[in-house]
């Protein structure tokens, strides 16, 4: 019975070569669509599963309106950190990032030798 099925099939296929290129087609692209979705959602769901207390932790986010524009941002002050452990006995521990952007330094004991470090960010000691 299956090679009856395949036998058909295989006619159909070469009887309408461009329907079924078209349908082939189609559904691979929308296959790969539908799994290159799936590694992104998969990866950005995956930023704090190194740390194990994940559930306890919180990102605080601005929402600015200033002259009639809004912004929302993951952005806080420096300050709101070491304020809010004060003022809510919930919070236990904060981490302030911040990015520096690049650096030109020297090598130690080199007087001639200069490098640049891209992408520096700075954190709290307590970020781990």
Excluded: Q
Excluded at 19 to 40: D, E, K, Q, R
Excluded at 42 to 47: A, Q
Excluded at 99 to 104: D, K, L, R, V
Excluded at 121 to 126: E, I, K, M, N, P
Aim: glycine content about 6%.
């Amino acid at each position: 019975m299956f090679k009856n099925y395949l036998k058909i099939t295989l006619r159909n296929l070469r009887k309408h070569k461009m329907f079924s290129i078209t349908n082939i087609a189609g559904l691979s692209i929308g296959v790969l669509c539908c799994l290159l979705i799936l590694m992104y959602v998969t990866h950005e769901m995956s930023y704090e599963n190194w740390n194990p207390n994940t559930d306890r932790l919180v990102r605080v986010n601005s929402d600015i309106n200033f002259g009639g524009s809004e912004m929302h941002m993951a952005v806080v002050g420096a300050i709101l950190g070491p304020d809010s452990k004060e003022s809510l006995p919930e919070i236990e521990e904060f981490c302030r990032f911040r990015s520096y952007g690049s650096y030109f330094t020297r090598v130690d004991g080199s007087d001639d030798m200069n490098i640049t470090i891209r992408e520096v960010l700075t954190v709290d000691s307590s970020f781990f």
